[in-house]
């Protein structure tokens, strides 16, 4: 059953003796039946690479965005504003398909960077409902901020929760607003245990999953770099908690990813 990773950075590949090529990393996710992958830039570089690489290989689709530890900097040079107008030109391209990541992060940045953060997160709200392309969301240690912003600014249609870390209760909020949430390899880490509880109580038709490759790779390869090809230890750690078929579970990730980011 295929399935597509919604959120992935290529270019960030991890140690050269280990990266996979563009070309390499698809033939591998493919071979597993992970058959598309959402690319997401996290700063201007990145971004102009996703697009890049988006028009050349037709399985995987862009999400351009500022990092939220990326505003700070930025702004610190007087150059965040000018950052953002070209995020917003790259938006307007056909494979892009969301914007983001973008959000809120407390653990990486201390408060003297979160107003500069925000400002950089409502731009790119704007920016998703202005080109009527998916928002998604970096939430790390910023719960309650991250949806007191998007309350305030008004969320776009679509919304996806990056490598998802809320608890039952943020689950169930953000499934009430009919947004949808991405599960990544931390699911599967023993200690965990919150997670799984919100993953249980998601229902099937909210659900995506990712690698944030070459970030958070799952159990039992813990400790080397990600990549699309781990997608499947996900989803069957996911299957197990939910108590479903795994293909049941693909079939929901598949329409749930063209529900999110459109078909491609």
């Known amino acids: 059953?295929?399935?597509?990773?919604?959120?992935?950075?290529?270019?960030?590949?991890?140690?050269?003796?280990?990266?996979?090529?563009?070309?390499?990393?698809?033939?591998?996710?493919?071979?597993?039946?992970?058959t598309r992958i959402v690319q997401i830039g996290c700063d201007l570089p990145g971004a102009r690479w996703a697009v890049d690489t988006a028009n050349r290989h037709p399985q995987i689709v862009a999400g351009v965005s500022l990092h939220p530890n990326e505003a700070p900097r930025l702004a610190q040079h007087g150059t965040l504003d000018e950052a953002l107008?070209?995020?917003?030109?790259?938006?307007?391209?056909?494979?892009?398909?969301?914007?983001?990541?973008?959000?809120?992060?407390?653990f990486r940045t201390g408060p003297e960077g979160?107003?500069?953060?925000?400002?950089?997160f409502r731009a790119h709200i704007e920016m998703a409902k202005r080109h009527g392309k998916v928002l998604v969301i970096h939430d790390r240690d910023a719960h309650e901020d991250v949806l007191r912003v998007l309350e305030e600014s008004g969320a776009p249609d679509r919304v996806v929760f990056h490598c998802f870390s809320g608890d039952v209760a943020m689950a169930a909020h953000c499934v009430r607003r009919g947004w949808w949430l991405s599960f990544a390899g931390t699911v599967t880490f023993k200690n965990a245990v919150g997670l799984r509880e919100a993953l249980?109580?998601?229902?099937?038709?909210?659900?995506?999953?990712?690698?944030?490759?070459?970030?958070?790779?799952?159990?039992?390869?813990?400790?080397?770099?990600?990549?699309?090809?781990?997608?499947?230890?996900?989803?069957?750690?996911?299957?197990?908690?939910l108590e479903v078929g795994e293909d049941a579970l693909c079939t929901a990730i598949a329409a749930n990813t063209d529900a999110a980011f459109g078909s491609w």
Not at 85 to 106: F, K, P, Y
Not at 114 to 120: L, W
Not at 207 to 224: C, H, K, S
């Open 1 to 34: 059953m295929a399935v597509a990773d919604s959120h992935c950075h290529l270019d960030l590949a991890g140690p050269a003796e280990a990266a996979l090529s563009v070309d390499e990393a698809l033939a591998t996710s493919s071979a597993v039946g992970v």
């Open 85 to 106: 107008a070209e995020i917003d030109l790259l938006a307007a391209h056909r494979v892009v398909r969301a914007v983001g990541e973008t959000g809120l992060d407390h």
């Open 114 to 120: 979160r107003a500069d953060q925000e400002a950089s």
């Open 200 to 241: 249980a109580a998601t229902p099937l038709d909210r659900l995506l999953v990712e690698t944030d490759a070459p970030y958070l790779t799952p159990m039992p390869y813990r400790g080397r770099p990600n990549a699309s090809y781990l997608v499947p230890h996900t989803v069957r750690a996911m299957a197990e908690v």
